[in-house]
């Protein structure tokens, strides 16, 4: 059974960082494109970021990109948010997910999902 277990989030003011965790088992890792998504209250799930296979080709959402960086430790079949300069915006439980596809941003080609870990930027 596929299970992504995602650890790091909590609460952090403003300008902070977080970085956040999704260590995958029962799949084989290094032939999944990762990603994480967010939903924030009242809002519907978005993408944020994703990540190739071998972790060279990433992109990011317009709202994140020149704060968040994703990467990936195959070995460790782990893939990580790095959260900078963090905005109450940014509040929302994200998500990660795996992909059978090299590379992809489709939420619909993402099969398999962790539990959301919630992160909370405010004052």
């Known amino acids: 059974q596929v299970q992504l277990v995602e650890s790091g989030g909590g609460l952090v003011q403003p300008g902070g960082s977080l970085r956040l965790s999704c260590k995958a088992s029962?799949?084989?890792?290094?032939?999944?494109?990762m990603g994480w998504f967010r939903q924030a209250p009242g809002k519907e799930r978005e993408f944020v970021a994703s990540?190739?296979?071998?972790?060279?080709?990433?992109l990011y959402a317009d709202s994140v990109k020149g704060r968040f960086t994703i990467s990936r430790a195959n070995a460790k079949n782990t893939v990580y948010l790095q959260m900078n300069s963090l905005k109450p915006e940014d509040t929302a439980v994200y998500y990660c997910?795996?992909?059978?596809?090299?590379?992809?941003?489709?939420?619909?080609?993402?099969?398999?999902w962790g539990q959301g870990t919630q992160v909370t930027v405010s004052s």
């Open positions: 029962g799949l084989t890792f290094s032939r999944a494109a």
């Open positions: 997910a795996a992909s059978g596809r090299a590379w992809s941003i489709q939420e619909s080609h993402f099969g398999s």
């Open positions: 990540i190739d296979i071998s972790g060279a080709v990433t």
